[in-house]
């Protein structure tokens, strides 16, 4: 596709439910980055992926967390036993990086998850 | 480890004004990439302009502007003939080396008045 794409855009759960979010990034790029936004604040790292590395999962919050991403290109994040405060908008980014990183990432419109 | 500092608190400009935007970063490595991100109340994430830590010259694009002082580990954000559509919130954000993560800011909201 042309951009980053996530789904859902908007996803309301129940607490203690699993949930999944999807994101597409930009074809070949080789970076993908997972970050939780809650309203109002700053963005929060939770994953990266870069290439055949091992992802950098240091900003997962909890062993609740987790994300993969199949084949180099979608990347799925999984919160388990979801809670209040994991209520937040999720943003996926992608970035093409050729050598030295200067490429801009181009990041989804977001998921909004909602744990009632 | 990076680390970005926005610590202005809700910034305020009338239109057609300029702007400063402060942003500081701590790395102690000596090839980084410094981006500022724009965010308007509709939640997209725009990116503005880039900045290459062995760049001789501050970066611009259009009216956004960047005062890079290295020496200060600063790099702020000069937005010039403010408009009313600049009144979102801007993230100042940072990676180091080919292969780490991008780091963000706490961000700074701006308003600008008509």
């Known amino acids: 596709g042309a951009g980053v794409s996530q789904s859902p855009s908007n996803k309301v759960t129940e607490k203690g439910k699993d949930v999944e979010l999807r994101c597409d990034p930009i074809?070949?790029?080789?970076?993908l980055y997972w970050y939780r936004q809650s309203l109002g604040q700053g963005l929060e790292f939770l994953i990266y992926?870069?290439?055949?590395?091992?992802?950098?999962k240091s900003g997962l919050p909890s062993d609740r967390f987790s994300a993969e991403r199949t084949g180099g290109s979608v990347s799925t994040l999984t919160i388990q036993r979801t809670q209040q405060e994991d209520s937040a908008v999720y943003l996926c980014?992608?970035?093409?990086?050729?050598?030295?990183?200067?490429?801009?990432?181009?990041f989804g419109q977001g998921t909004r998850l909602t744990v009632v | 480890a990076q680390k970005i500092t926005q610590t202005q608190p809700g910034m305020f400009v009338q239109e057609k004004e300029a702007v400063t935007l402060d942003c500081t970063y701590d790395?102690?490595?000596?090839?980084?990439?410094l981006f500022w991100y724009k965010q308007p109340s509709s939640g997209e994430m725009i990116f503005l302009i880039y900045?290459?830590?062995?760049?001789?010259q501050n970066a611009t694009e259009g009216r956004y502007s960047l005062n890079f002082q290295k020496a200060r580990k600063s790099a702020n954000l000069v937005i010039s003939a403010s408009q009313l559509g600049d009144s979102a919130m801007y993230f100042c954000?940072?990676?180091?080396?080919?292969?780490?993560?991008?780091?963000f800011g706490k961000g700074i909201t701006l308003s600008v008045r008509p």
């Open positions: 980014a992608s970035t093409a990086q050729t050598g030295f990183g200067s490429k801009e990432a181009f």
């Open positions: 074809s070949g790029h080789t970076a």
């Open positions: 992926f870069q290439g055949n590395s091992a992802p950098d």
């Open positions: 790395t102690s490595d000596p090839s980084y990439g």
């Open positions: 900045q290459g830590s062995y760049d001789q």
């Open positions: 954000a940072t990676r180091t080396g080919a292969n780490s993560k991008l780091t």
